[in-house]
């Protein structure tokens, strides 16, 4: 294994449409590492011979996207906080011979939500939050931590949202409410999270009624493709205030570039001004 080479990639099927190479493309850029940061599309039944080849090759780590997070999280051989919590990982780094799994998720939302809406955002009131999948378990840690009084999960599987309460030692602050029951999720709520890929480019809609929602409340979604996605875009116009997914996407990458190349690097506009700009094809 040589140290001197900084590699690193993104361990996708499908992976052609990650912004992930031009995020830590930029910041090997600004901080001056020679080094490189690639797609790596790999099937389902290839994963973990590809992870065990990676560090001989050279690779520091890797970011782990769908649909390997919980491939990623039974195959490492240490885990982070985040990752046993959520039983899922973004994140590989190789060291000492070692697969270390994180989920770096966690503290992507937690900072895109302080930075976009506030230290009382989670805190503030119940949040509602649309999805039971592993996304949805890394935003529910880190509500949970920074203190939402009372989490409403709302899934269209009502199967999946027991499991998720289960992982989480079935907390009171832990409620489930019927998909479709708007009235019921949204009245009183003071945030509300998509975790759904609802919305999303080549996706269905997200179709569901603002309402109830109080007009002080705040309203995220961690699609970023369209950045304005349909539930921003209703959102803004009712007078709430929104956050797009780009600021979770830029966040979860810091603490992933900085163990594996020993900088951490920063969020800047100019960063978001740049993937911006790739979203727009450019
Ligand atoms: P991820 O790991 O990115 O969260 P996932 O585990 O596939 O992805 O979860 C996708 C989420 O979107 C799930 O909550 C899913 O609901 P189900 O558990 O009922 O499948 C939700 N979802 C996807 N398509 C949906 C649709 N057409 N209507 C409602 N919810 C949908």
């Not at 649909?67 to 039983?87: I, M, N, V």
């Not at 009382?120 to 119940?126: F, T």
């Not at 830029?250 to 993937?275: D, I």
Request: glycine letters at 10%.
């Amino acid at each position: 294994m040589s140290a001197s080479v900084n590699l690193a990639g993104v361990i996708g099927w499908p992976i052609s449409q990650s912004l992930s190479p031009r995020l830590h493309g930029y910041w090997l850029n600004k901080h001056g590492i020679k080094g490189a940061y690639v797609a790596l599309p790999v099937r389902p039944e290839d994963f973990g011979q590809v992870v065990a080849a990676m560090p001989l090759m050279g690779f520091a780590g890797a970011s782990v996207t769908v649909p390997h997070k919980e491939a990623a999280f039974a195959l490492a051989q240490s885990l982070d906080e985040d990752a046993r919590a959520t039983g899922a990982v973004n994140t590989l780094v190789f060291e000492n011979g070692m697969v270390k799994g994180l989920n770096t998720d966690v503290r992507g939302f937690a900072a895109s939500l302080m930075e976009q809406l506030g230290s009382r955002a989670a805190s503030a009131g119940p949040v509602a939050v649309l999805g039971a999948g592993g996304a949805a378990r890394a935003i529910v840690q880190a509500l949970l931590r920074a203190g939402a009084p009372e989490i409403r999960l709302v899934n269209r599987t009502r199967k999946r949202t027991e499991q998720l309460v289960a992982t989480f030692g079935s907390s009171a602050r832990l409620q489930i409410r019927d998909w479709g029951d708007w009235t019921g999720s949204l009245g009183g709520a003071q945030l509300l999270v998509n975790t759904t890929s609802l919305g999303m480019t080549g996706k269905a809609p997200l179709e569901i009624s603002l309402e109830a929602l109080p007009r002080t409340a705040a309203v995220a979604d961690i699609v970023y493709n369209p950045l304005e996605t349909a539930l921003l875009a209703a959102a803004r116009a009712k007078g709430h205030r929104t956050m797009d997914g780009l600021g979770m996407l830029m966040h979860q990458a810091v603490p992933a570039f900085a163990s594996w190349f020993g900088v951490t690097p920063e969020v800047t506009p100019e960063l978001r001004a740049e993937l911006v700009k790739a979203l727009s094809g450019a």
